[in-house]
């Protein structure tokens, strides 16, 4: 029995519960040059026992050039004795905190169905992958033998500018508020 709870425990401190309160994938313009996406993250302390840290977080990836924009939000807890979270809060190789890795690998499968659905660019299935400088810069047309036997065709879009938008919130926020009332 002591040793299912000390196992318990163990996982509880690998996985930190993780929740997503507010999503946001916005379709600026129906473009699809699309380089990479520039990423803004923060971590907020929200609550802090001992053997536990609830944390805000708030991730929005901006496309480059700007065609579209995803931010998600929620909340995340972390188990464990103050060597354990520190441990989560620390940095990885890339410098990256460990916590917000875990994140990113819980909210990657929302990510990756939205933005599939609405036609815009995925980000990297790693968060490592997204801040590592690319080793080399060729392209697909670099990489094309070039024939003479081979016409190019242009196709242009009327559409410039089309807006998608899709938001989510979830009543979570509302439930902890009247909970705590």
Do not use: W
Not at 111 to 140: N, R
């Amino acid at each position: 029995m002591q040793a299912v709870k000390l196992h318990n425990i163990f996982l509880q401190a690998l996985n930190p519960k993780i929740e997503i309160t507010s999503t946001s994938f916005s379709k600026l313009k129906n473009d699809n040059s699309f380089s990479k996406y520039n990423i803004e993250a923060s971590l907020d302390e929200v609550e802090s026992r001992d053997s536990e840290v609830v944390l805000k977080y708030k991730l929005v990836f901006l496309s480059n050039p700007t065609n579209s924009k995803i931010q998600v939000e929620g909340l995340t807890t972390l188990y464990g004795d103050q060597s354990a979270i520190s441990a989560q809060l620390g940095p990885d190789e890339q410098n990256i905190p460990i916590v917000l890795g875990l994140i990113y690998q819980e909210i990657f499968p929302l990510l990756f169905i939205t933005s599939k659905s609405m036609h815009i660019p995925c980000p990297a299935y790693k968060l490592a992958q997204m801040t590592a400088q690319p080793s080399s810069t060729k392209t697909a047309s670099d990489q094309i033998p070039k024939s003479a036997d081979v016409k190019t065709v242009e196709l242009s879009d009327n559409e410039n500018t089309i807006e998608e938008q899709i938001e989510t919130e979830s009543t979570l926020k509302e439930q902890v508020i009247e909970q705590q009332m």
